[in-house]
C-alpha cells in the first residue's frame, strides 16, 4: 500500500516503531527471559546493578529489578492499549452523533466535551479511582473517562467534513438508514486520523497510569513500572536504580509511541498541521 | 468593541463561565458521591466518620439523603454557591479551610510553572524556528521529543538524584529550611531555592510542547506571503516583521497552553508528592490513603476553577498579542 | 496560628531562648526540642485512643500512678510510695501533694477512682481487663488511692503507667459523653508537658506545665511533635539536626545503619522494654481456610521468618518462637518449632482438602496492609510471595488508620498484619489476645481473631491470680505449648525499633517506655 510505503520513508516514525517492536518483544519474552514472578525475592535488598545476576540492580526487598521493568511492560502496554480503546470508543461515539445529527445535540455534547476538558485530568483520575477503589477494570476505566474529549473533537471534526461530502448526499437521497451511511460511508474515511490520536492516546494512558500508580492507586498486585518508580522514592539516597530504569522504560516507550504517532499522522494526513494539544 | 465596554463584557463572561462550570462540577460530584459504592452518608463521611453510625445518623438528616434527588442536588448546589464544600471528619475541619490552607502553596508553584513554560518555552522555539535545520534547531528538537516523553514525577526525581543527593547544590524536599534564622529576604531566597526544582519537574515538559508548537509556528508564519513581500520590498524592519512574526505565531501556542492548563494543575499534584511541598497535591495523596471523599471532591473542584483563571490569563494574552481578537472567537 | 506564622514564631523563639543556663551541677534549664509525630494521632487523649502515636506524644500530658524501671521494677510516678497487703488483696497508694491539672484544679485521688474504675472501664480496653479485678476502690483521703481486688492478681502494680492508666479530670469528664467533650481538643492532664497548640498536619506544640508537682521539673521548656509524613523527609531532618529524636518507625529499618554511623547522635534499643512489641499475621478464625488448624501451621512452615527478619527489617528483630516475648517474664522457648519448609506447608494443605484448583489455585485471600508505613507494605509483599510458593493467591487491599481500626476491630478482614504489646507480664499483654472473653466487637487489640479454647481460657486466669512465681511459670509453659501447637496467630518477630537521639539531650530513656515517658527529666545542653 502506498500508505506503507510512506511511512517507510518517514525516519523518526520508522525508528518510533523499530523501538515500540523493540518493547513488544520484551514484553512478550518477559515470561521466558524471567520466568520467575517479578515479585519474587530473589536477591539481597538494595543490590547494585551487575551483582548477583542482576543486571539493573535489585529493589528494596532484594527483586530483580529488571524482571520487574520486563514483566511491568507487559502491564503498562496492556493498560495503555485498552485504556485508549475505551477512550476511542467513547470519544467516537460523543464525536460521531455531535458531528453528524449536529444542532442541539452537537452543542449539548460539545459543551460536554468541553467540560472534561477543562477539568484537571488527573485529578479526576484520582477522583474516580479512589472512589470505585483501584483494581485492573477500574483504572483502565477511569484513564478511558479522561482521555476521550480529544478523540471527541477530532472525530467531530472529520464527520462535519465528511458529512457534507458528495457520496454521503448521494446516500441519504438513496434513503440509506443511518447506522449505514456512519458505519459504511463516514466511519472509514476518518478512520486515519482516529487511528493517530488513538496511538497517541495510548502514550498519555501509559503516563497517566504510571502516574496513578506513582501515588500508591494502582492496582497493587500488578507489578508497574510507575509503581516500581514510587517504590523507589524513599531509597533513592541508598538505591538510585530502583527509580531510573523503570522511569528510563517509560520515556522509551512513550517516545517510540509518540514518534510512531506523528509518523502515521505525516503519512496518513498530510495536509494536517502537527498541532499538539 | 473598546475600552470598558469590552472589559464589563470580559469580566461578565468570566463570571457565567466560572458559575457554569461550578455547578456543573458540583453537579457531577454530587452524581458520583451516590454513583459510589457504599451508600452516600458513607462517601461523605470519608472512612473515618462512616464508623460511627451517630456521624452517618446525623449526616443523612442534614444532607436530607431521603428526599427526592431534584431537591438534594438543589440543596447541594445551594450549598458549594455559599462556599460550603463539606466536612472532612478525618481532619475534623471544614472542606474549604484544609484547602485554602494548601492552596497557596501550589498556586505558588502551579503559576511560576505555568510562566517559566510559556516564557522559555516560547522563547527556545521561537529561536530554533529562526534558525530552522541548524543544529541547534535538531538539538532542539531531540531535547523537546525525549522531554514529551517524560514521566512528570520522574524527572523530579532525577533531578533530586543529580542536584541533591549527588551535587548537593540543592534541597530535595520540602518548602523552606526550619530552625534556622533568616531575614525576610533570606526567607523569599531559601524559599525559592526550594522552588527550583519542582517547578522545572513541572514546567519541563508544557516548556517542551510550547517550544516546538512556537517553532513550527515561527516557521509556518515566516512562510506567509505577505511577510516575504514586505521584506522583499524592504518596507519593514527587521524589528517589525520579527515582532508581528512572534504575534501571529504566539497565537497557536497561547491557545495550546489554555488546553494544556488542566494538566499542568494535575501535574502539580503529582511533584507536591514527589518533594513533599506542602500544597493542594499532598492533601490529596492524604485524602486517598484516607478515603477522605469530601475533601477529594473540593480538590477536584477548586483545581477546576483554577484552570478556569489559568485560561483566564492566556484569554488576557491574546488580547495583547492581537487587540482585534474578539470575545469568545477563542 | 498557621503553618507559616508558626515558622516565624519558632525562628523567634530559638533566638530568644538563652542557651546553657544552669541549675544544680551539671543540670540545664530550658530549651527546645524537636521530634516527630508519625503517623499523626487522630486525638492526644490517651484515655480514649491507645495507637502508637497517641501514648508517645500523650505521655507527656497524661501521667499516672507509677513509672517502671528497665527492668520492670515499679517507680513512683504521681504515687510517691505504695504498700501491698499480705494477702495480696489491697493495694494502698499515697500520691504526692499538689499535683494540678493544667487547667489549674487540683488532682486528688477521686480522680484517680473516676478514671480507672469508670472513664477508662470504657474506653481503654487494657485498663477495662485490669480493672474489673478490682472489687472496691475507695479514697480514705484525697492523698490515698485503696483497690481492693476480688482475687489476687500479682501483676496488679504493672497496670499504672500513663499509658496504661493515664489519670484524666473527673471534674471535666464525669456525666459526660467522653469520646464527644469538646474538652478533648484541650488535653488536660497532670503531666509536665501542656498542650500549647496542634496545627493538624503540621506540628503539636506543647509548654512546660508550671505547676508541676515536681518543683525542679520539667527542665525542657517546650516539646514539638513535628508531622513529618514523608519517610524521606523524615530521613533528612534527622540527618539535618531538624529533629533530635526518632522513634519506634520513623527511620526506615534500611535508614538505621547509616544513622548509627552519625557522629552527634545516640543509638539505642533499650526503651522499650515494657513494650516488647510482638509481630504476627493475625489470622481470622472465622474466616476459611483460616478457621482449620492445619492452615495455620502450614502458614508457619509457609514463612521463612529469618528472610523475612533480613530483608524487610534489616535484621531490627529476633525471631518469635510463639505468643510471648522472649524480654517478657514467663517466656518458655521450649515449644513445637516450626522450620520454614514449603513441602510441609503443601502436606497439610493437601490434608485439609486445599487442594489446587483448575486454575491452579487452592485459594485466594485478602489481605489487609496495615497503613502505618511502607514496612508494612513490604511485609505484605513478602507473605504474598510465600503463599504463591504453594499456589494461594494473596490479594493486597490497602486503607487508612481509621479503616484499619475499623476492619480488624469489627473482623471484616482475612489475614493482616498485627504489632501488639506485651506489656512486662503475659496477664497483662499476651492473655488478651487469646481468651474467649476478650472477644469483642469493635474493640481492637483484643482477641480480634476468634480464637477459643476453654483450656487455654483456665490456664490464663490460674496464672493471673496465682501468687507464686514457679507456679505461674509453670501454667504460662504449659499455655505456651498448646498455643504454638494451635497457632491461632502466626508470630513472626520480636521487634527492636530504634531510638537516635541527640548527644546533647540527656535522660531520654530512663524507662521501660523510653520515648512514652513523660519527659520531666529530659535536659539538652
Given amino acids: 500500500m502506498d500508505a506503507v510505503r510512506a511511512f517507510m520513508r518517514h525516519p523518526s516514525g520508522m525508528a518510533g516503531l523499530l523501538m515500540l517492536i523493540a518493547v513488544l518483544i520484551v514484553a512478550i519474552s518477559a515470561p521466558f527471559v524471567f520466568p520467575e514472578s517479578p515479585w519474587e ?96 477494570t477500574t483504572i483502565i476505566l477511569t484513564i478511558g473517562a479522561v482521555s476521550w474529549p480529544q478523540v471527541a473533537r477530532l472525530t467531530r471534526a472529520e464527520f462535519l467534513r465528511l458529512r457534507s461530502r458528495e457520496f454521503v448526499e448521494a446516500s441519504l437521497c438513496q434513503g440509506e438508514s443511518t447506522a ?65 530504569f523503570p522511569g528510563v522504560a517509560i520515556l522509551i516507550t512513550v517516545l517510540a509511541i509518540n514518534l510512531f504517532g506523528e509518523g502515521l499522522s505525516d503519512t496518513l494526513n498530510p495536509r494536517v498541521s502537527r498541532r499538539r494539544a | 468593541m473598546k475600552g470598558a465596554a469590552a472589559f464589563g463584557l470580559a469580566a461578565a463572561t468570566l463570571l457565567v463561565r466560572l458559575v457554569a462550570v461550578i455547578l456543573l462540577i458540583a453537579t457531577f460530584n454530587f452524581i458520583l458521591v451516590r454513583a459510589a459504592p457504599g451508600d452516600p452518608a458513607q462517601v461523605m463521611a470519608g472512612q473515618s466518620g462512616a464508623s460511627d453510625p451517630k456521624i452517618l445518623a446525623d449526616l443523612r438528616q442534614e444532607y436530607g439523603l431521603d428526599k427526592p434527588y431534584i431537591v438534594q442536588l438543589g440543596t447541594h448546589l445551594a450549598r458549594v454557591m455559599t462556599f460550603d464544600l463539606g466536612y472532612s471528619y478525618r481532619q475534623r475541619q471544614p472542606v474549604l479551610t484544609l484547602i485554602g490552607e494548601r492552596l497557596p502553596a501550589t498556586l505558588l508553584l502551579t503559576l511560576t510553572a505555568f510562566v517559566l513554560a510559556l516564557v522559555v518555552g516560547t522563547t527556545l522555539g521561537a529561536a530554533a524556528g529562526l534558525a530552522a535545520g541548524s543544529v541547534v534547531d ?78 513550527s509556528s515561527i516557521i509556518e508564519v515566516s512562510h506567509q506571503d505577505f511577510i516575504k513581500t514586505a521584506r522583499a520590498k524592504g518596507l519593514a524592519g527587521p524589528q517589525i516583521v520579527v515582532g508581528h512574526m512572534l504575534r501571529n505565531a504566539l497565537v497557536p501556542v497561547v491557545t495550546v497552553a489554555g488546553m494544556q492548563a488542566g494538566a499542568l494543575v494535575g501535574g502539580a499534584v503529582v511533584i507536591e508528592t514527589v518533594f513533599a511541598w506542602p500544597g493542594l497535591g499532598r492533601l490529596t495523596f492524604d485524602a486517598v490513603l484516607q478515603r477522605d471523599y469530601p475533601v477529594l471532591l473540593g480538590i477536584f473542584l477548586i483545581l477546576s476553577v483554577v484552570v478556569i483563571f489559568l485560561n483566564l490569563a492566556t484569554d488576557l494574552v491574546y488580547r495583547l498579542i492581537d487587540p482585534r481578537m474578539t470575545t469568545g472567537a477563542a | 496560628m498557621n503553618r507559616r506564622e508558626f515558622t516565624m514564631a519558632m525562628l523567634a523563639g530559638t533566638a530568644a531562648i538563652p542557651l546553657g543556663i544552669t ?178 498536619g503540621s506540628h503539636v506544640h506543647l509548654v512546660r506545665h508550671d505547676g508541676y508537682y515536681l518543683k525542679d521539673q520539667p527542665h525542657l521548656d517546650e516539646i514539638i511533635y513535628r508531622v513529618i509524613p514523608d519517610a524521606a523527609s523524615r530521613a533528612l531532618a534527622l540527618e539535618n539536626g531538624t529533629v533530635q529524636m526518632v522513634q519506634w518507625s520513623d527511620i526506615e529499618f534500611f535508614d538505621v545503619e547509616r544513622f548509627k554511623k552519625q557522629a552527634n547522635l545516640e543509638y539505642t534499643t533499650k526503651g522499650y522494654e515494657y513494650f516488647a512489641p510482638h509481630q504476627w499475621f493475625e489470622l481470622n478464625n472465622r474466616v476459611a481456610p483460616m478457621n482449620d488448624k492445619r492452615f495455620r501451621q502450614a502458614v508457619m512452615h509457609l514463612i521463612d521468618r529469618d528472610a523475612f527478619n533480613k530483608r524487610v527489617y534489616f535484621g531490627n528483630a529476633k525471631v518469635a518462637t510463639g505468643p510471648i516475648s522472649s524480654k517478657t517474664r514467663f517466656y518458655d522457648g521450649n515449644v513445637k518449632r516450626y522450620d520454614y519448609s514449603v513441602d510441609k506447608a503443601k502436606a497439610l494443605l493437601d490434608e485439609m482438602g486445599l487442594k489446587p484448583g483448575a486454575n491452579g489455585k487452592r485459594a485466594e485471600i485478602k489481605y489487609l496492609v496495615p497503613p502505618y508505613g511502607e514496612v508494612y507494605q513490604r511485609a505484605g509483599e513478602f507473605l504474598r510471595q510465600s503463599f504463591a510458593r504453594v499456589n494461594i493467591d494473596l490479594v493486597l487491599v490497602g486503607t487508612d488508620m481509621a479503616g484499619w481500626a475499623e476492619k480488624v476491630g469489627n473482623w471484616d478482614y482475612e489475614i493482616t498484619q498485627n504489632l501488639l504489646y506485651q506489656l512486662g507480664d503475659p496477664a497483662l499483654g499476651v492473655a488478651r489476645t487469646y481468651i474467649s472473653s476478650n472477644i469483642k466487637k469493635g474493640i481492637l487489640f483484643s482477641n480480634t481473631q476468634g480464637y477459643s479454647n476453654p483450656e487455654v481460657d483456665r490456664l490464663f486466669e490460674e496464672a493471673a491470680v496465682a501468687t507464686d512465681d514457679a507456679k505461674r511459670q509453670e501454667l504460662y509453659t504449659k499455655v505456651q505449648q498448646i498455643l504454638v501447637e494451635e497457632v491461632p496467630v502466626a508470630w513472626t518477630l520480636e521487634l527492636e525499633y530504634p531510638i537516635f537521639y541527640d548527644k546533647a539531650l540527656k535522660n531520654v530513656v530512663t524507662t521501660a517506655i523510653g520515648t512514652h515517658e513523660t519527659f520531666g527529666v529530659v535536659t539538652k545542653s
Fill in chain 1, 180 to 244: 449505514r451511511i456512519v458505519l459504511g460511508h463516514i466511519l472509514p474515511n476518518a478512520m486515519s486520523p482516529i487511528l493517530v490520536v488513538g496511538s497517541l492516546t495510548v502514550a498519555t494512558a501509559i503516563l497517566l497510569e504510571s502516574a496513578l500508580s506513582f501515588m500508591g492507586l494502582g492496582d497493587p498486585n500488578l507489578m508497574s513500572w510507575g509503581f516500581m518508580i514510587g517504590a523507589g522514592r524513599t531509597v533513592i539516597r541508598t538505591a538510585w536504580w530502583v527509580s531510573v
Fill in chain 3, 23 to 200: 541549675r544544680a551541677v551539671g543540670q540545664t534549664k530550658g530549651g527546645t526540642l524537636n521530634t516527630i509525630i508519625q503517623p499523626e494521632p487522630p486525638i492526644l487523649v490517651t484515655a480514649l485512643n491507645q495507637q502508637q502515636p497517641t501514648l508517645t506524644l500523650g505521655g507527656k500530658i497524661y501521667e499516672s500512678l507509677l513509672k517502671y524501671g528497665p527492668d520492670l521494677k515499679p517507680m513512683p510516678g504521681m504515687a510517691q510510695s505504695w504498700d501491698i497487703s499480705a494477702d495480696g488483696l489491697t493495694y494502698t497508694f499515697k500520691l504526692f501533694p499538689n499535683i494540678t491539672f493544667h487547667d489549674g484544679k487540683p488532682m486528688t485521688a477521686d480522680d484517680v477512682i473516676f478514671s480507672c474504675m469508670k472513664l477508662l472501664m470504657e474506653t481503654h480496653p487494657r485498663a477495662r481487663g485490669n480493672f474489673a479485678r478490682v472489687e472496691s476502690a475507695t479514697a480514705p483521703d484525697p492523698l490515698t488511692v485503696v483497690f481492693k481486688l476480688k482475687q489476687p492478681f500479682a501483676p496488679f502494680l504493672g497496670c499504672f503507667d500513663c499509658t496504661s492508666a493515664p489519670i484524666v479530670p473527673k471534674h471535666i469528664y464525669e456525666n459526660t459523653d467522653y469520646r464527644k467533650n469538646p474538652m478533648n481538643d484541650k488535653a488536660i492532664g497532670t503531666g509536665p508537658f501542656k498542650l500549647k497548640e496542634w496545627v493538624r
Fill in chain 2, 138 to 215: 535538531t538539538i532542539f528538537t531531540v531535547l523537546s521529543l525525549l522531554l514529551y516523553a517524560t514521566p512528570v514525577f520522574w524527572l523530579g526525581l532525577m533531578l533530586v538524584l543529580v542536584f541533591s543527593v549527588t551535587l548537593g547544590w540543592l534541597p530535595p524536599f520540602g518548602y523552606e529550611t526550619i530552625n534556622v534564622q533568616m531575614t525576610p529576604f533570606q526567607k523569599v531566597l531559601d524559599i525559592g531555592r526550594h522552588m527550583i526544582m519542582p517547578v522545572i519537574s513541572l514546567a519541563a515538559i508544557y516548556l517542551a510542547i510550547y517550544a516546538r508548537l512556537m517553532r
Fill in chain 1, 41 to 136: 525475592m530473589i536477591g539481597a535488598p538494595f543490590t547494585p546493578p551487575g551483582e548477583d545476576g542482576m543486571w539493573l540492580g535489585g529493589d528494596t526487598l532484594g527483586r530483580d529489578v529488571a524482571a520487574g521493568i520486563a514483566h511491568g511492560a507487559r502491564v503498562s502496554l496492556m493498560i495503555g492499549i485498552a485504556s485508549a480503546l475505551a477512550a476511542v470508543v467513547i470519544g467516537v461515539l460523543v464525536g460521531a452523533v455531535s458531528g453528524y445529527f449536529g444542532g442541539k445535540t452537537d452543542m449539548v455534547l460539545m459543551r460536554l466535551t468541553e467540560l472534561f476538558q477543562t477539568v484537571p485530568a488527573f485529578i479526576l483520575a484520582i477522583l474516580l479511582v479512589a472512589i470505585f477503589n483501584p483494581s485492573l
